[in-house]
């Protein structure tokens, strides 16, 4: 068990900039999740996803924002256009789903500075 | 919606002093409860869950009771470590309705331990 692993852990761009972050689950964790998190604050959710298959996004995740997971193992997280407000560490975590209650273990993040 | 109250931080102890740091929580039907620790530049790691009323979570000697009539889940530690120092979330997900595991966090409270 490797962990949740996720890349770069530190991005650094300019405004209107496009960045993409990739995710690598624990192996054999169908489900895969996106939260943000700002300073001073608990991670929101982005998006979730079972195998290959986006279930779920929040209102958060504006039409700038897109994710896939196309072989359902690793996932990747683009931002287009990035903004000011797009500053956040990006959270995946994965789970083993047959239930509602097994945990998520999540990765060390990437942390995204627009200039 | 779902929602988790957190009491503010940071919260200050010295070592060997008692710990509790308060969670309330907001859902309907009956959610699985978590407590998430997070070390400076990392990302969170699963301390303790319990998923039905009056189950209690343990680990590393922190316990937390998962109380219904209260809507609550208190963490609590006997004797703190500078070690201990970090942001600790509750969480819930699940809940009625819900098909999947969205975590709702709260804001996080920081523990200070001093030697």
């Known amino acids: 068990d490797t962990g949740v692993s996720q890349d770069p852990r530190h991005k650094i761009t300019k405004r209107g900039q496009n960045v993409t972050f990739r995710c690598d689950p624990i192996?054999?964790?169908?489900?895969l999740y996106w939260y943000r998190q700002t300073l001073g604050q608990g991670p929101e959710f982005l998006t979730y996803?079972?195998?290959?298959?986006?279930?779920?996004k929040s209102r958060l995740l504006s039409d700038r924002f897109s994710a896939e997971r196309p072989k359902g193992s690793f996932s990747t997280l683009e931002i287009q256009r990035t903004e000011q407000g797009d500053s956040a560490m990006y959270l995946c975590?994965?789970?083993?789903?047959?239930?509602?209650?097994?945990?998520?273990?999540f990765g060390d993040g990437t942390r995204l500075s627009i200039l | 919606g779902n929602s988790v109250t957190q009491m503010e931080g940071p919260v200050t102890l010295s070592e060997e002093a008692f710990l509790t740091i308060n969670c309330t929580y907001t859902?309907?039907?009956?959610?699985?409860l978590f407590w998430y620790v997070q070390y400076p530049g990392e990302g969170l790691q699963l301390l303790l869950k319990a998923t039905k009323a009056d189950d209690k979570g343990s680990n590393k000697g922190f316990e937390a009771t998962y109380r219904k009539e209260t809507t609550s889940f208190h963490l609590e530690k006997g004797s703190v470590q500078v070690s201990d120092s970090a942001v600790y979330f509750c969480a819930l997900s699940g809940g009625s309705n819900t098909g999947f595991q969205k975590l709702v966090f709260g804001t996080g409270t920081r523990l200070l331990v001093s030697p």
């Open positions: 975590a994965s789970s083993l789903g047959t239930g509602v209650n097994q945990p998520q273990h």
């Open positions: 859902a309907t039907g009956y959610p699985s």
């Open positions: 192996s054999e964790h169908n489900r």
């Open positions: 996803f079972q195998n290959e298959a986006q279930l779920e």
